[in-house]
Nanobody
Framework: VQLQASGGGLVQAGGYLRLSCAAS????????MGWFRQAPGKEREFVAA????????YYADSVKGRFTISRDNARNTVYLQMNSLKPEDTAVYYC????????????????WGQGTQVTVSS
């Protein structure tokens, strides 16, 4: 599976962005999908994940209520809608895919996109 993330940019605090992650391959629907982020000098951290059908979603406490993950298996795409953005959301955002079930550990994800920069100004 090859992943291509897009949609990052510069936004003011309180604003919103929608990230997209397009996947190649015909087995997209068999992968659990996740979004992670990494700020300068910090470890990569879990943001959100979604099950194969989209029926189950998981969020880090820091984004719960503000971010929404979704997927469109017909378009081989996963999305991250980010609302009420804060300066502490500034990071490079990565999408990732894993076989098997849910995990919030980046170590267990098998495939990664190249990352897209999100910068939130105060």
């Amino acid at each position: 599976v090859q992943l291509q993330a897009s949609g990052g940019g510069l936004v003011q605090a309180g604003g919103y962005l929608r990230l997209s992650c397009a996947a190649s391959g015909r087995t997209f629907s068999s992968y659990f999908m996740g979004w992670f982020r990494q700020a300068p000098g910090k470890e990569r951290e879990f943001v959100a994940a979604i099950s194969w059908s989209g029926g189950s979603t998981y969020y880090a406490d820091s984004v719960k209520g503000r971010f929404t993950i979704s997927r469109d298996n017909a378009r081989n795409t996963v999305y991250l809608q980010m609302n009420s953005l804060k300066p502490e959301d500034t990071a490079v955002y990565y999408c990732a895919a894993k076989a098997g079930g849910y995990s919030d550990s980046y170590i267990l994800y098998d495939y990664w996109g190249q990352g897209t920069q999100v910068t939130v100004s105060s």
